[in-house]
């Protein structure tokens, strides 16, 4: 009996053990440090809340949230919806629906993925971009400082600074058609997008109006030190 008693009391001290392993391999990727009518999975979020990886964050008519990843600030606008996550170390944010901004101080620091697209700071410099979603094949992706790059599958370009770009996805023979520079002679020097190659294009881009304003959530981030509390 004495003997089953060691057993049973051994059985739970391990149980003990394990917990606390189990919850360290969840990830933290970031801190909410504003918060207005937003929610992280479906519960009202607050500001010192912690982020994992799978968290679902969204915003209400007139809300937004903010959070700080590492080297990274990410605000979700109102009406907007995404879900956090994280690959090779780098935290990434899948925008669902609506807009959001990220600001950050390495190439690494953070990416935003709408559908097949992935949107990314390109060097270490200060990175300030906004990516809106306008349908399941359409979106807009702003730079207003530094530079981004946008990638599909194997096709990769820059956006640079102050300009603006509307990707449509998986485009149509037509869409194709209409994003291809003019021809030489045509009254043009070419739009400076880079020749279709053969085969159908992961990816199209028309160029929007460009960007000259920044906003105050972008100026202070992108100047602000990753390690500054």
């Not at 994992?52 to 990410?74: C, I, K, M, Y």
């Not at 045509?186 to 020749?195: D, E, I, Q, V």
Request: a neutral charge; aromatic letters at 6%.
């Amino acid at each position: 009996m004495a003997r089953s008693r060691e057993i049973a009391a051994a059985f739970v001290t391990s149980c003990f053990l394990i917990v606390p392993v189990w919850g360290a391999t969840t990830n933290a990727l970031g801190t909410v440090v504003a918060s207005d009518h937003a929610n992280v999975s479906g519960t009202g979020v607050a500001v010192g809340t912690t982020i994992f990886a799978g968290d679902n964050l969204t915003t209400a008519d007139a809300g937004s949230v903010q959070l700080r990843a590492g080297a990274a600030r990410f605000q979700l606008s109102a009406s907007s919806a995404a879900t956090i996550s994280e690959a090779g170390g780098m935290p990434r944010a899948t925008l669902l629906n609506g807009s959001a901004t990220f600001s950050t101080a390495s190439a690494n620091a953070f990416a935003v993925i709408v559908s097949t697209a992935v949107i990314r700071p390109k060097s270490d410099e200060a990175t300030i971009g906004q990516v809106t979603v306008l349908d399941k094949r359409q979106l807009v992706v702003k730079c207003t400082r530094g530079a981004l790059t946008i990638t599909v599958g194997d096709d990769s370009r820059v956006i640079p600074e102050g300009s603006a770009y509307r990707i449509v996805l998986n485009p149509t023979s037509e869409e194709e058609a209409q994003s291809q520079p003019p021809a030489q002679g045509a009254g043009s020097k070419g739009s400076g997008r880079p020749p279709i190659s053969a085969g159908r294009s992961k990816f199209v881009w028309y160029a929007t109006a460009a960007v000259t304003l920044l906003t105050v959530f972008a100026v202070q981030e992108a100047l602000e030190s990753p390690d500054r509390p």
